[in-house]
Structures are given as C-alpha cells and as structure tokens.
C-alpha cells in the first residue's frame, strides 16, 4: 500500500516548477518510505516532468494544460484502492520535520483525516495543501470532485475542501492550529517558521508574512 504526498502543477512559473522539484528532492530526508506524486498539465516543460521522474517522483500527465480547477487533481489519490494515506501540499512550500512529526502523531491516532494550520491566516476550516486522509475514509472522493462546479479562480480548491469535504470528516479530524484551535503542534517552531510557508525559486520566503506571524505571536505571549 502507498504512503503519497500529491501535488498538482501546471505551467511555466519556476516559483512553482523549481518548487516542485525542491519537494521532489526533500521526500527521502523528511519523509522516508513515502512516494512524491505530481499530476502534471501539458503546459509543464518535459525537462521538469523529467527531473521529477529521475527524482523517484511519480508523475500523472493530465489531459489539459492546466488552471486554477487543477488544484484539484491531487486530491483523486485518496480514492485509489492501492493508497494507504495521502497527503495534499503544494509546490511552493517545502516540507519541513515541523509538518512531518505532525503527520506522524496523526497517524498514530485513529483519526482517519489530518488538517494544519499554522498561521494567523490559515483562518478556513482545510487549507488545500495542509492536509491528510487515511483509508476508508472519502473513497467517493472523484465522484464529488465531478459534481461539483469548479471554476478558474484562486482558492477555488478551499472552497470544496469547505463545502464538501468538511462536513465529510470534521467528525474524525486530528487539528493541530496553535492559533484558532490551540492545539499546539509537537514540536516547538523554529524563528518563525510555519507549515504552509511559501517560498519561491530562490528559497526567498513573504516578508509580510512572516511579519504577520510574529506580531500573532506576540500577543499569544502576551496574553499568557
């Protein structure tokens, strides 16, 4: 059975392409035993998909080149009888040990279904690549993808995640969201880290964000 962390890509953008190809090269080190999955559109350049392959990644190639609606491409593993658990992330965050040792103390649980939050941001119920899902759980996962009426806009992901997966599975939900739900991750942040992150192709990171994180901080200490 498959251990997956699946991605969707499309595009030219190495904020994205590079980034793919920097969590194809960190699996081995953050997460042993587990298999990188890229769904590609056909506008991703061969010698990305290729580097990927080379990597030990899998690739899907997708029939369509690719919009803001292929976000939800990487969501389908979960439905395959072959995939133990999945994970969904995205190309232009890393993974880092804070995520991974999160992972691991929700699959030791017997929650069957992980979400992250790790910013005063990350305010919605599932960010589209902070979460998890452990078999039995959502094996209809395609069919509800194909009802739904998806468009080309950002975070349109988010939104089914909300509308239809949530109510699926906030029964057996393992959180860990230091700043909404104060259930604090098992390891203490580094800086101001966060899972999530997003970085571009020179492993340049948003001032702002950071920013905005260390004034949340701030006045979690404070309030203590």
């Not at 190809?21 to 080190?29: C, P």
């Not at 292929?70 to 072959?82: L, N, Q, V």
């Not at 580094?190 to 994180?213: K, M």
Request: aromatic share 12%; glycine share 6%.
């Amino acid at each position: 059975m498959k251990k997956l962390i699946c991605y969707s890509l499309w595009g030219k953008d190495p904020k994205y392409t590079i980034g793919a190809i920097r969590n194809a090269e960190q699996i081995k080190n953050v997460y042993p035993g587990w298999i990188a999955r890229f769904y590609c559109g056909t506008s991703v350049p061969d010698d990305i998909t290729s580097q990927l392959l080379d990597l030990g990644a899998e690739v899907t190639l997708m029939p369509e080149e690719g919009n803001w609606s292929g976000m939800f491409w990487r969501f389908a593993a979960i439905a395959e009888p072959d995939v133990e658990v999945m994970l969904s992330r995205d190309t232009d965050s890393r993974l880092t040990n804070r995520e991974a040792l999160a992972v691991n103390q929700w699959l030791q649980s017997d929650k069957l279904f992980h979400v992250m939050r790790d910013h005063p941001e990350h305010n919605t119920e599932i960010l589209g690549g902070m979460w998890g899902a452990k078999k039995p759980i959502l094996q209809d996962m395609i069919h509800l993808m194909i009802s739904y009426e998806k468009g080309d806009f950002w975070q349109v992901d988010q939104n089914f995640l909300r509308q239809v997966v949530w109510p699926r599975v906030a029964y057996t939900t393992f959180t860990h969201d230091p700043f909404f739900a104060k259930i604090p991750f098992p390891s203490p942040r580094n800086g101001l880290e966060f899972v999530g992150q997003v970085w571009n192709e020179n492993e340049e990171t948003v001032a702002e964000h950071q920013q905005l994180l260390k004034i949340a901080i701030e006045r979690q200490n404070n309030a203590v």
